[in-house]
């Protein structure tokens, strides 16, 4: 692979903090999850990085970053394996990731052949990811879709155009994405994605304080170039009645309820904190 296909800046960059999670939490014996292959992932760009003494530095960066993260946005990774599962199990055949970074549910979670997964991100991303993964001879458990496309342009044709249903049930995943893009583009995602949910379609929304983690989303700002901006909250403290009012029914779980079966004791949220979950109504 060629280096220049690292993301070594940028918001792709990003998905390699959280592969570089997925792995820490993959050689754990505790571990709530396993993903083989974003070892696969953090020393391909570990080497990219490596190549000059400004990315050795980033790297160190990177790593003492997705340190901090590490308990509560693991915990998230397990939390959203479940919701899939969920869905899977409850008759959903299409899944569909925004921003799905370095994820590989569709090959670690053993979902079946009937399932379509399609993953969305930046052409860059897939530049890095697809080669690792071809390299490493994995294989999809379930129909994988590739979808190059801009969340902020016009996804919803690349996603129709990889065989997306819009007259089928699909559960949509939000994982630390839209707070990646300014309001009014996160609004309008959540427009077309209602507009080509079918009934029964589900979808959950995070609600957190990330107050308290100021520093370390600052620091994160500044290593991948992103404009700090108020601008960018995703769908903001009203999305959930924003779902509301456009015909989902929306229902709030507490992420200590969530989580609590783990035996990790990190990031109890007080009541405030938690999933809404999101199911679209006929
Ligand atoms: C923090 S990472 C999370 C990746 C993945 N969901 C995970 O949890 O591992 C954010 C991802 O969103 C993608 N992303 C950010 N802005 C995007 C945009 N405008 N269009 C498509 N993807 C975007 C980035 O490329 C990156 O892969």
């Known amino acids: 692979m060629a280096e220049d296909q690292v993301p070594m800046a940028g918001v792709a960059m990003t998905a390699v903090g959280v592969a570089v999670i997925r792995a820490t939490e993959s050689e754990r014996a505790d571990r709530l999850y396993d993903d083989p292959l974003a070892r696969d992932f953090v020393a391909a760009a570990r ?49 569909v990731l925004f921003g799905a970074g370095l994820d590989t549910r569709a090959y670690r979670m053993a979902l079946p052949a009937r399932v379509r997964l399609f993953e969305i991100d930046l052409p860059e991303l897939f530049a890095f990811k697809e080669p690792i993964l071809a390299a490493a001879g994995a294989t999809a458990t379930c129909a994988r879709q590739v979808v190059a496309a801009d969340l902020r342009a016009d996804w919803v044709s690349a996603l129709v155009a990889s065989g997306y249903r819009a007259d089928l049930p699909a559960h949509w995943v939000d994982e630390g994405v839209l707070d990646y893009l300014p309001h009014a583009d996160a609004l309008r995602l959540a427009e077309w994605m209602t507009e080509i ?63 609590e079966s ?5 990031m109890a949220g007080g009541s405030a904190a938690g999933l809404v979950r999101a199911v679209r109504l006929p």
Not at 53 to 61: C, H, M, Q, T, V
Not at 67 to 92: P, W
Not at 262 to 266: D, M
């Open 197 to 259: 949910s079918a009934p029964a379609s589900s979808f959950a929304l995070g609600r957190f304080d990330v107050a308290p983690q100021r520093e370390r989303y600052a620091e994160l700002g500044r290593l991948v170039g992103a404009t700090a901006s108020a601008d960018r909250r995703g769908l903001g403290p009203d999305g959930e009645r924003w779902l509301a009012e456009r015909g989902w029914r929306t229902r709030f779980h507490p992420w200590d309820d969530l989580v």
């Open 262 to 266: 783990f035996g990790r004791p990190e």
């Open 47 to 95: 080497l990219g990085f490596e190549g000059t003494e400004d990315g050795r530095a980033r790297w160190a960066r990177v790593e003492a970053l997705a340190a901090k993260f590490f308990d509560g946005r693991s915990l998230t990774v397990r939390v959203i394996d479940d919701e899939i599962a969920r869905a899977v199990d409850n008759g959903c055949s299409q899944l």
